[in-house]
């Protein structure tokens, strides 16, 4: 009888470790991705947040890997666009990428694979793709709205994710509360509180900041040029004026804008070992189709900016991003 217990306490602790061993081992990357998908969709910020993670030294951005899941944080690439609607995805298509790194034993060898997931709204949760003054908060007149509706297509890399929007109503680009995580919300509200305001964090959380800071703000300058400081962040959408002074309503605004009707989630999906759990390591938004004012669709062919690797995400895939 003294050894019944020690038996049973050691099955149940293999049985734990051999399900544990099984849902990880056996868990492929399309699940994964679209389980990913899956929790945006659901807007579930919380558990797609988890499924980050990489299998090299790349640290998430300011305010955490929630930050590239809402508008606030200014994050590109961003998927805030896609949180909470309603969308199909198609069937994905997976592809490996050769990994070089060394490994002792079978199960450590890293894993890479990149994963396109077929996207399209529903016809009410296509999101809006606003012209970029609006999108930061700037005035714009009506002219300069309808030469935006006839021809989107034109340095639309520009704060590209950060320009599709659920509405144009008033905090909008705000995440739903309790969406995210608590450490993430206290990054946010500090990130709109004050730029410049640091949490606590050791030097080494401190240095990795500012060595992303300087990053972003580079980008910034070789996106935007000479006006990266007025595109630091999006806001509410703009104001759009008539001729004679007067604003257009929203409902006059949403008529002029294209929507985005479908995409390719381009997904890089990596784990550290054949016993570990399967990560999202960077994704980008590709061959975006959008539905026009005048009832037709346009294939976008500069959303990405110019220069743009796609092998950042796809080493071994050289494919047209568009």
């Not at 056996?26 to 945006?40: C, M, Q, Y």
Request: charged share 30%; hydrophobic share 40%; with cysteine.
């Amino acid at each position: 009888m003294r050894f019944l217990y020690p038996l049973i306490i050691l099955f149940v602790f293999a049985l734990s470790m051999g399900l544990l061993v099984a849902n990880t081992v056996f868990v492929s990357p399309k699940e994964e991705a679209l389980a990913f998908l899956e929790d945006i969709k659901t807007a579930d910020l919380s558990r797609a947040v988890k499924r980050f993670g990489g299998n090299v030294c790349r640290c998430p951005a300011k305010g955490g890997w929630g930050s590239y899941l809402i508008y606030v944080s200014a994050q590109e690439p961003n998927l805030a666009f896609t949180v909470g609607k309603n969308f199909k995805v198609g069937e994905p298509k997976i592809h490996q990428v050769n990994h070089p790194a060394k490994y002792n034993v079978p199960w450590e060898r890293p894993e890479d694979t990149v994963v396109d997931v077929p996207v399209k709204f529903e016809k009410n949760d296509r999101p809006y793709f606003l012209p970029l003054k609006m999108a930061y908060g700037y005035k714009m007149t009506e002219e300069e709205l309808r030469a935006f509706a006839k021809d989107p297509d034109t340095e639309a890399y520009k704060g590209f994710y950060l320009r599709l929007r659920p509405s144009i109503e008033k905090d909008a680009i705000m995440p739903k509360k309790g969406s995210i995580s608590q450490e993430a919300e206290l990054e946010f509200q500090a990130i709109l509180k004050d730029k410049s305001r640091l949490l606590k964090k050791d030097e080494e959380a401190l240095a990795r900041e500012k060595r992303q800071n300087d990053q972003a703000a580079q980008e910034l300058r070789e996106i935007f040029g000479d006006e990266a400081a007025d595109y630091v962040e999006p806001k509410d959408a703009g104001p759009v004026v008539k001729p004679d002074g007067s604003e257009m309503s929203k409902e006059e605004v949403l008529k002029l804008l294209p929507r985005l009707d479908s995409c390719m989630v381009r997904l890089h999906v990596v784990r550290k070992g054949q016993l570990r759990e399967w990560t999202i390591f960077h994704f980008a938004v590709i061959s975006n189709i959008l539905d026009l004012p005048d009832g037709s669709q346009l294939k976008m062919k500069q959303s990405q900016r110019p220069g743009y690797r796609m092998d950042e995400v796809r080493p071994q895939l050289k494919e047209n991003q568009d």
